[in-house]
């Protein structure tokens, strides 16, 4: 049974800077790719970035040049290293297996004052 479970989120100020982490069981993690989404109150669900297995990355627009994923395989462990930053980023932030469709339970990051 494949688990994803993430970890890291909180509360920081504006500037600030957290990283997510997110620990795979049950599944060939080294093989996918994953990622993360974020949700806000109210707001769609956002593709934050992915990467795959060879360690390729993307990213949205939004977050360019101040989030960055990585991953390490032997340790089945996905990251979102966050700097700079903003009220706007605050969200529900989920990891994904790409490949096989599973998602984590999601960790809050709140960004306030």
């Known amino acids: 049974q494949v688990r994803l479970v993430e970890s890291g989120g909180g509360l920081v100020q504006p500037g600030g800077s957290l990283r997510l982490s997110c620990a795979a069981s049950?599944?060939?993690?080294?093989?996918?790719?994953m990622g993360w989404y974020r949700q806000a109150p109210g707001k769609e669900r956002e593709l934050v970035g992915g990467?795959?297995?060879?360690?390729?990355?993307d990213y949205a627009d939004s977050v360019k040049g101040r989030f960055t994923i990585s991953r390490d395989n032997a340790k089945n462990t996905l990251y979102l290293q966050m700097n700079s930053l903003k009220p706007e980023d605050t969200a529900m932030y989920y990891c994904?297996?790409?490949?096989?469709?599973?998602w984590g339970q999601g960790t809050q990051v709140t960004v306030s004052s």
């Open positions: 994904v297996d790409f490949k096989d469709g599973y």
């Open positions: 049950g599944s060939i993690f080294s093989i996918n790719a």
């Open positions: 990467i795959s297995s060879g360690g390729s990355t």
